[in-house]
């Protein structure tokens, strides 16, 4: 007999995919079906037609809906959490905008902060050997303290591949940047490039995309950029082009490479000439008759996988002392190398006497941490603002209990809540963000994007997203659940929060906004203050002009210009007012202190030099042309005088490399590199026919357009191939502060915005205050309270706490920035004044903020008050 | 007058309904139409065009006595609505206007 019972397959591929209420009596038609025909005695096709049947039901109106038809109920309590979230954030209108608008000010500023981070960090990334290559650079004695030198000695390459090459995988040489006039046809334009050696090309990833690799080991051979390619050639090929270098040497082109990312060392490098093309340019590198008397290139070095540059450093400690042995005054420098990773090039590269202490990495760091704290205050308005405002929502809470709402599951309508808000207020960042870049940029002097299609960006964003959704509505979502629902249902005030919490929150928001006003005011203190730094040369009306190529004679101009009035004055130097170009060591004077290596700065001048730029002769005389023997003569400034140690320098002879020369003036110091710095010790001396600088000293009201016009005229006719650039000295010396600058708009920008947001913040929590007192503001008005009494009332908590952060945030602010002034050798002290007023400025703008609330709930009429119940 | 749509699967099911009047379920509806007009029936076909005419309303439907046989489950008695009587007599009608256009002349014509 078999067995009678039908199958279950059919039945339960059926009960899977049916509709839940067609299923009984379907299932029901069918076994009785089953059953008939069994008796029959239909066995095989009573089966039969029960797979066949359950099949032919195997149809879209028959199959149940893929949201489930037994809905699950997380499914619809999420949908349904998502829409109350929602209902509230409408209903509350006003609090919830100053909530999204807090927290879109938050993660706008950090977004920016860290896509700027991004940036600064990933700086050289664009090498893959970035770990492993180093710039080998000098140590050096001066004075009694070290100095770092970039450049080393033409030699020095060389010796270490002959002593340790086995120790490294690649060694070799390069220039430092250089910014040449290239030619083509009619096409002239300034580019920066760089020579290097075959094995320094190979260290660096540089991406050909035409032409040959191996072309950097041929003489006449140049490479360029991409971009360089297109600005000179346009459409056609570039390679095997002739372009001309300075006006006078042809060089090939033989290769295209892929221009290089901004944040690269070699980012503003668009042309990259073979170091046989350097040597046959300048000839005399090769003909030095000491290769270890003059430094002035790069040396680069890329060790073994596993090597260690710490390791190799000692190893090849004396390789220069050993070299040197037999210059006198290179050995008194005692140099000996220094390996500077790849990966410290842009964010650590200070050194002081002789140690590495950072740099921008101290930006780096100021900023993030700028960017978490403007985050935790976003954040801290948040669960302030949610906290405070829950209390219309205790009603809500205790009828969910009642009708068997689980703690966790409030939690999670909370936390949902909260993810909704993040979530929309991180939308509004972005797009606020991509608004924003273009300015951003500008005052960072960056070229940043969002990297929109980048996965690991999206998520850091969710991921950030989730944190802070996650984060913020914990706080609340805890206290509001932990309510016992007979209360919350009875009174919507009868309970009292615990106030602290949210008090200390208050606190710490002040405390992070006035630590930045306090940092923002005194970095632009420190920059005004360097700005009216006292300059020992006049500024006003003073014309550079930077000679590129060729050569002009001073002479010629001054005839030329000289009878056209605009010019009082004119000079030559071969450095100008704004930078020292030179260093010499080599000078002996009486009672020098014979282990002493110095360097001083020295300018060769003609001889109007100190009228042109009216510098302030403290004692003996300048330059003059009655007095053929100022060729043998220095004028020095006082600083200098200081470090030979003359009580009266005046006559005293210094030999400069053996040759006599006699000081026959004192001039003050005059402020020249780095206004942040001590001034150093300079030396002048007159060479009327030297220098690519030439200084005009314009009459007061020239008409600046019309000078450089003339000096057009003037150098057309007379030097068709000299190419200059002009600048105003007072210009070229603003550059000195951009940085700073920089830094000061940045963290005046976030401090602004945080105070915005700590404000948003406070706004919210009196205007909810006020709100939450009516009744009581109503019966002290009726019993007699003036409104200047309910407006002390309502602001007293506020101040007092504004009090406190000042109190607090005083020597947070004091720490950091004296932190930051250690970076500069000329700064101001820090005065007490400062932090007495930003501590009352933060007690004023609280009392701003709350004083609106307050004095608007203390006019209320108390009737309106009073008459609701 | 209110168009009825009612295809011709549909049309037959819902006239089998009206035969069984009372005893309509789903294995009597489908031996009821599977011995009348010889051809076989589909539960899928069968219970979508029932469930259709419920949802547009020419079908009531109704839970009966349940027998172990069914293995416990009820049967699902189905009757027709006054809309379903109107649907179906539209549709006769329409069908009884079209035969009454042809010519007779035509439809005699063929003998083979």
Redesign the interface.
Known sequence: MPNTNPPSLPLRLLRWFCKPH?Y??????????Y??RMEEGNYHLARWNLY??VL????P??IKSFKGNQKLNSYDMFKHNLMVSWRNQLRNGGYASLNIIGLTIGLMVSLLIGLWVHDEVSYNSYHTNKEHIARLQQVRLVGDGKEVWWSTMIGTADAVREKYGADFDKIGMASFFRSRIISHEDKKFSERGIYMQQEVFEMFTIKITSGSRASISQPQSILISESMARKFFGDENPLNKTITISGEHPAQVSGVFADFPRNDYLGEITWIGSWEFFLNVNPWMTQLSNPWGYSGFQTFVQRHKNGDFDVLEEKIKNILIENVRHDKHALVKKPTPLFHPMTDWHLRSNFDNGVKTGGRILYVRMFATIGIFVLILACINFINLTTAYAERRTKEVGIRKSLGSLRPQLVKQFLIESLLVVSLASTLALGCAQLALPQFNEIADKQISIPWSLVQFWTTVIATNVFIGLLAGFYPAIVLSAKKPAFAIKSSSGIKYNSLPRKVLVVVQFVVSITLVIGTVLIYQQIQYAQSRPLGYEQENLLMLERRTGDMSLDILENELGSRGNIESMARSDSPVTGVWNNAGGFDWPGKDPDLGVSIANYSVSHDFGKTINWNIKSGRDFSRDFPTDTAAFIANEEAVKLMGFSDPIGTVIHWNGSPMQIIGVVENMLVESPYHTPRPHLYYLRPGRGSIYLLKLMAGADIPQVLNDIEKVAKQHYPDVVYTATMVTDSYGQKFSGERRVGKLTSVFAFLAIVISCLGLLGLASFMAERRTKEIGIRKVLGASVTTLWTLLCRDYVLLAGISGIVAAPLAYYFISTWLQNFEYRIQVSGWLFISALCGAIIISLLTVSYQAIKAALANPTDSLRNE | MKRYQLGEFEEIVLLTVGILHGNAYGVTIRREIESRLKRNVSVGAMQTALRRMEQKGYLASEKGESTDIRGGRPKLYFTITDLGKKAIAYTRETRNELWNAIPAAILKASNA
């Open positions: 067609y009984p009596d379907i299932v029901g038609d069918l076994l009785e079906d059953h008939s066949r049947d032919m039901l195997f149809r109106s028959m």
